[in-house]
């Protein structure tokens, strides 16, 4: 971003009166300035003889779903702030406009103006979505903040997003999503075989290479899946997310670490049409708010997975287990193949995968490094 271009977020964001706080706090900003007075030395309405736009969203979410549902709020709400209440998002759940997957299209075509969603639904368009969520054994939710801020992943996802008239953020990242929850302890690799297990997308093609069946459910079939016997293990989220759907009634065995989405990033898209009418200030505060949705996401997952978990253990007797190395080295090899060759598939995947793979290559030794050993010395020192 350039000078010009920072001062004028700045700008927006001291004109919010502190967007991030006031929002992660949940309580209503405080006037950030005086109002101004008319002719008559009266308070006016900073809205009056100034034009209040107005924008639609979809998203792929149920209306106030914990987490996911809450992060394009967020997004509306920081533009409100910023904007002095002359920008409006109204956000509309999956299918009170269109249909969860919907979104994107009616974006493109500019039915509406904006959509949340996760970017791998679009792989049906092209592959090179997919690495703008999660990709198996790919980024951590900062790894992948890194390489779209300041390792070219965000021009190439313009580039991507061009094609489709969409211009698109990160606007939430849901961090580290566990392994999924199992019906029988999961020993080694061989227990793989002949399983029937949610989980849709490029994790589940990795299933597949070890044997078992991928089975792409909605989040509202999986409970009464596992009920019926139809499938034998499912991944979701995470403990705050999971617990609510109370998976832990019909799969007691609770394992990670989660190779499929070790950091799914959420994508608020924009047409590219009604981004390019905006002023630098108004794209400024859009592009803001975005990182403001995308922060406090990853804040209220990391807080509210970890209540969860407690509330599992404790109320539940339910204990995490850890795949085996054996079982990861396995996962590692399968999930390498599935991505190499989903990333050769047609040009522009080619250059998002080459990118995303230095980049992924780059940040493993300073992660491994850092997070990596430091948690493994916390955990010794301090126990449990």
């Given at each position: 971003?350039?000078?010009?271009?920072?001062?004028?977020?700045?700008?927006?964001?001291?004109?919010?009166?502190?967007?991030?706080?006031?929002?992660?706090?949940?309580?209503?900003?405080?006037?950030?300035?005086?109002?101004?007075?008319?002719?008559?030395?009266?308070?006016?309405?900073?809205?009056?003889?100034?034009?209040?736009?107005?924008?639609?969203?979809?998203?792929?979410?149920?209306?106030?779903?914990?987490?996911?549902?809450?992060?394009?709020?967020?997004?509306?709400?920081?533009?409100?702030?910023?904007?002095?209440?002359?920008?409006?998002?109204?956000?509309?759940?999956?299918?009170?406009?269109?249909?969860?997957?919907?979104?994107?299209?009616?974006?493109?075509?500019?039915?509406?103006?904006?959509?949340?969603?996760?970017?791998?639904?679009?792989?049906?368009?092209?592959?090179?979505?997919?690495?703008?969520?999660?990709?198996?054994?790919?980024?951590?939710?900062?790894?992948?903040?890194?390489?779209?801020?300041?390792?070219?992943?965000?021009?190439?996802?313009?580039?991507?997003?061009?094609?489709?008239?969409?211009?698109?953020?990160?606007?939430?990242?849901?961090?580290?999503?566990?392994?999924?929850?199992?019906?029988?302890?999961?020993?080694?690799?061989?227990?793989?075989?002949?399983?029937?297990?949610?989980?849709?997308?490029?994790?589940?093609?990795?299933?597949?290479?070890?044997?078992?069946?991928?089975?792409?459910?909605?989040?509202?079939?999986?409970?009464?899946?596992?009920?019926?016997?139809?499938?034998?293990?499912?991944?979701?989220?995470?403990?705050?997310?999971?617990?609510a759907f109370g998976f832990y009634r019909e799969a007691p065995y609770y394992y990670a670490?989660?190779?499929?989405?070790?950091?799914?990033?959420?994508?608020?898209?924009?047409?590219?049409?009604?981004?390019?009418?905006?002023?630098?200030?108004?794209?400024?505060?859009?592009?803001?708010?975005?990182?403001?949705?995308?922060?406090?996401?990853i804040a209220e997952y990391t807080y509210e997975n970890a209540r969860a978990l407690k509330?599992?253990?404790?109320?539940?007797?339910?204990?995490?287990?850890?795949?085996?190395?054996?079982?990861?080295?396995?996962?590692?090899?399968?999930?390498?193949?599935?991505?190499?060759?989903?990333?050769?598939?047609?040009?522009?995947?080619?250059?998002?995968?080459?990118?995303?793979?230095?980049?992924?290559?780059?940040?493993?030794?300073?992660?491994?490094?850092?997070?990596?050993?430091?948690?493994?010395?916390?955990?010794?020192?301090?126990?449990?």
């Open positions: 971003m350039k000078r010009r271009d920072i001062l004028l977020a700045g700008a927006a964001l001291a004109t919010g009166g502190g967007v991030a706080g006031v929002l992660a706090s949940g309580k209503k900003p405080a006037q950030a300035q005086q109002a101004p007075k008319n002719a008559n030395n009266q308070i006016a309405s900073p809205n009056i003889n100034r034009g209040i736009k107005q924008f639609q969203m979809a998203t792929s979410w149920p209306k106030d779903f914990p987490g996911l549902g809450i992060m394009p709020v967020r997004f509306a709400e920081a533009v409100r702030v910023m904007s002095e209440g002359l920008i409006e998002v109204k956000v509309a759940a999956a299918g009170e406009i269109v249909g969860a997957l919907e979104c994107f299209n009616a974006t493109s075509r500019g039915g509406v103006d904006m959509y949340h969603a996760a970017e791998y639904y679009w792989q049906g368009k092209s592959k090179a979505f997919a690495f703008f969520t999660a990709v198996p054994m790919g980024m951590t939710a900062a790894e992948i903040m890194a390489w779209t801020e300041f390792g070219g992943g965000q021009e190439l996802w313009d580039e991507l997003s061009a094609g489709y008239n969409i211009k698109a953020f990160h606007a939430g990242n849901t961090g580290h999503q566990t392994g999924g929850w199992f019906k029988k302890k999961m020993n080694s690799i061989e227990d793989f075989k002949g399983l029937n297990m949610r989980m849709p997308g490029l994790g589940g093609e990795v299933l597949k290479r070890l044997g078992a069946s991928a089975v792409p459910l909605p989040g509202g079939e999986i409970y009464q899946s596992l009920q019926s016997g139809n499938i034998d293990a499912t991944e979701w989220v995470g403990p705050w997310n999971d617990y670490p989660g190779f499929h989405e070790p950091g799914a990033a959420l994508a608020l898209g924009i047409n590219l049409d009604v981004w390019n009418s905006l002023s630098r200030s108004e794209q400024a505060m859009m592009e803001y708010a975005c990182k403001s949705a995308n922060d406090s996401s509330t599992l253990k404790e109320q539940h007797g339910i204990e995490p287990q850890f795949f085996s190395d054996d079982i990861i080295r396995a996962i590692a090899k399968a999930s390498e193949e599935v991505v190499a060759e989903v990333g050769n598939e047609d040009a522009i995947t080619r250059k998002v995968y080459a990118s995303y793979k230095a980049a992924r290559d780059s940040y493993r030794g300073w992660t491994e490094m850092s997070d990596g050993r430091y948690i493994r010395a916390r955990q010794e020192g301090l126990g449990g």
